[in-house]
């Protein structure tokens, strides 16, 4: 069925006479192209290998030449079809890729490198990060219709380590013993939508509404990916902005550039993982009064109560054995921190106050995919991934293909 399948799709494709537009053509600013020859390709579809005839045209004042076909069929500068593509792509966002082209055989017949596999994930990926870049300048623009109002968006930002090869960390400070960075900051984000409550009052995420974005880079165009994020979104016709982070400065930095005026929240769980530092600095392995200590933490905590926090961990400080270098690193986290953890105040708003859902997107945008043992990646590779996976977890596949078919 394949063969005949295939042969049907040559046919097909080369009805057009190679897509001969005349003797001559205009292309870009006026450049007269004139047609040469025809050309032919050998192109691997899904129904598999097949030969395109394509008319090719050349300018001489610039000794460029182009086949107007290849654009139609979205096949310039590849031997594959978008279809193709398309596959090994998607298998590359998810699986090694090694695995991933004995998968296309195993499943498709598709007969690829490894290599190439990686090489076409790549190239997909750095087109699916100019039309997020596309849909970005979009959103910014007065012509585009507001989306519906929602009564809350919430934005939440984190960062973890990437494996990079050597070349991607050089002169870069690390935590290992040889003081040398082994992997890179990939900065991820999520945005989403809460318009209704659980049975108990508790605020429910809206189903399907959560979109990712990140990458390797800067906390500046970290933060300028962020807000065109929420301004795809519909940020400005939200009621509510909040902002969850785990109270790193750089995050809080983003928000008062990029989202001036939000209700900004460090992640419960985070904050609580703090008071434990102290805990187990001064309590050491006596658990009973480990426990006792931390549950009055968590209490004061969940009230709001930060400022006796503060006092209970200065106390600490001041008895013998007590770590001071960990007190007064904390202190000052709370200190810092503590109008971002009224969480009592935040409840009775009906706001989430932990990042859970970006905790996950951590684990599965970037860990599943990039921080398997044995990998190091190039930047550029990493990112490109990373921005095929922050669209197929967006629900922006579909979007993406129809974009380059209507490119």
Same mark, same amino acid.
């Given at each position: 069925?394949?063969?005949?399948?295939?042969?049907?799709?040559?046919?097909?494709?080369?009805?057009? +006479?190679?897509?001969?537009?005349?003797?001559?053509?205009?292309?870009?600013?006026? =450049?007269?192209?004139?047609?040469?020859?025809?050309?032919?390709?050998?192109?691997?579809?899904?129904?598999?290998?097949?030969?395109?005839?394509?008319?090719?045209?050349?300018?001489?004042? =610039?000794?460029?030449?182009?086949?107007?076909?290849?654009?139609?069929?979205?096949?310039?500068?590849?031997? $594959?079809?978008?279809?193709?593509?398309?596959?090994?792509?998607?298998?590359?966002? $998810?699986?090694?890729? @090694?695995?991933? =082209?004995?998968?296309?055989?195993?499943?498709?017949?598709?007969?690829?490198?490894?290599?190439?596999?990686?090489?076409?994930?790549?190239?997909?990926?750095?087109?699916?990060?100019?039309? =997020?870049?596309?849909?970005?300048?979009?959103?910014?623009?007065?012509?585009?219709?507001?989306?519906?109002?929602?009564?809350?968006?919430?934005?939440?930002?984190?960062?973890?380590?990437?494996?990079?090869?050597?070349?991607?960390?050089?002169?870069?400070?690390?935590?290992?013993?040889?003081?040398?960075?082994?992997?890179?900051?990939?900065?991820?984000?999520?945005?989403?939508?809460?318009?209704?409550?659980?049975?108990?009052?508790?605020?429910? /995420?809206?189903?399907?509404?959560?979109?990712? #974005?990140? #990458?390797?880079?800067?906390?500046?165009?970290?933060? &300028?990916?962020?807000?065109?994020? #929420?301004? &795809?979104?519909?940020?400005?016709?939200?009621?509510?902005?909040?902002?969850?982070?785990?109270?790193?400065?750089?995050?809080?930095?983003?928000? +008062?550039?990029?989202?001036?005026?939000?209700?900004?929240?460090?992640?419960?769980?985070?904050? &609580?993982?703090?008071?434990?530092?102290?805990?187990?600095?001064?309590?050491?392995?006596?658990?009973?009064?480990?426990?006792? !200590?931390?549950?009055?933490? /968590?209490?004061?905590?969940?009230? @709001?109560?930060?400022?006796?926090?503060?006092?209970?961990?200065?106390?600490?400080?001041?008895? *013998?054995?007590?770590?001071?270098?960990?007190?007064?690193?904390?202190?000052?986290?709370?200190?810092?921190?503590?109008?971002?953890?009224?969480?009592?105040?935040?409840?009775?708003?009906?706001?989430?106050?932990?990042?859970?859902?970006?905790?996950?997107?951590?684990?599965?945008?970037?860990?599943? &995919?990039?921080?398997? *043992?044995?990998?190091?990646?190039?930047?550029? @590779?990493?990112?490109?991934?990373?921005?095929?996976?922050?669209?197929?977890?967006?629900?922006?596949?579909?979007?993406? !293909?129809?974009?380059?078919?209507?490119?």
């Amino acid at each position: 069925m394949h063969g005949i399948g295939r042969s049907m799709l040559e046919m097909l494709v080369n009805a057009d +006479d190679g897509g001969y537009r005349g003797r001559t053509i205009f292309r870009g600013n006026d =450049h007269q192209y004139e047609f040469i020859e025809y050309r032919r390709k050998k192109l691997l579809t899904v129904l598999g290998p097949v030969t395109v005839k394509r008319a090719y045209y050349y300018e001489r004042a =610039h000794q460029t030449g182009y086949c107007p076909k290849d654009r139609d069929l979205d096949i310039e500068g590849t031997s $594959y079809s978008s279809g193709v593509r398309r596959m090994m792509s998607k298998v590359g966002a $998810y699986r090694s890729f @090694g695995l991933g =082209h004995a998968d296309l055989y195993e499943l498709a017949d598709i007969r690829v490198s490894a290599k190439e596999v990686e090489r076409i994930s790549q190239m997909t990926g750095s087109q699916v990060e100019a039309f =997020h870049s596309a849909e970005a300048t979009a959103s910014l623009s007065d012509t585009i219709v507001p989306l519906t109002p929602v009564p809350r968006m919430y934005v939440c930002m984190d960062g973890t380590g990437v494996p990079v090869v050597k070349k991607e960390t050089a002169g870069r400070k690390g935590k290992g013993k040889d003081g040398e960075a082994k992997t890179r900051e990939a900065k991820l984000g999520c945005v989403f939508t809460q318009t209704g409550f659980d049975g108990k009052g508790r605020p429910i /995420r809206d189903d399907a509404s959560t979109s990712y #974005a990140g #990458a390797i880079e800067t906390a500046e165009v970290f933060g &300028r990916r962020m807000y065109q994020e #929420a301004m &795809r979104r519909g940020m400005n016709s939200a009621g509510e902005v909040i902002v969850i982070g785990d109270g790193a400065p750089w995050i809080w930095n983003i928000v +008062d550039e990029q989202f001036y005026g939000a209700t900004q929240i460090v992640d419960l769980y985070h904050a &609580r993982e703090h008071y434990w530092n102290v805990a187990r600095a001064w309590f050491g392995q006596n658990n009973a009064r480990v426990h006792q !200590w931390t549950e009055d933490r /968590r209490r004061e905590l969940d009230d @709001g109560n930060v400022e006796d926090i503060i006092i209970a961990i200065r106390q600490c400080s001041t008895l *013998s054995g007590c770590d001071k270098a960990i007190c007064k690193r904390e202190i000052g986290y709370f200190a810092k921190n503590k109008n971002r953890m009224r969480y009592a105040d935040f409840r009775r708003r009906g706001l989430f106050v932990g990042s859970g859902v970006l905790e996950a997107g951590c684990r599965t945008v970037i860990g599943q &995919r990039l921080k398997h *043992s044995g990998m190091h990646w190039t930047v550029k @590779g990493a990112n490109s991934i990373i921005a095929l996976r922050c669209n197929i977890m967006s629900n922006r596949w579909e979007d993406f !293909w129809e974009y380059r078919a209507a490119a």
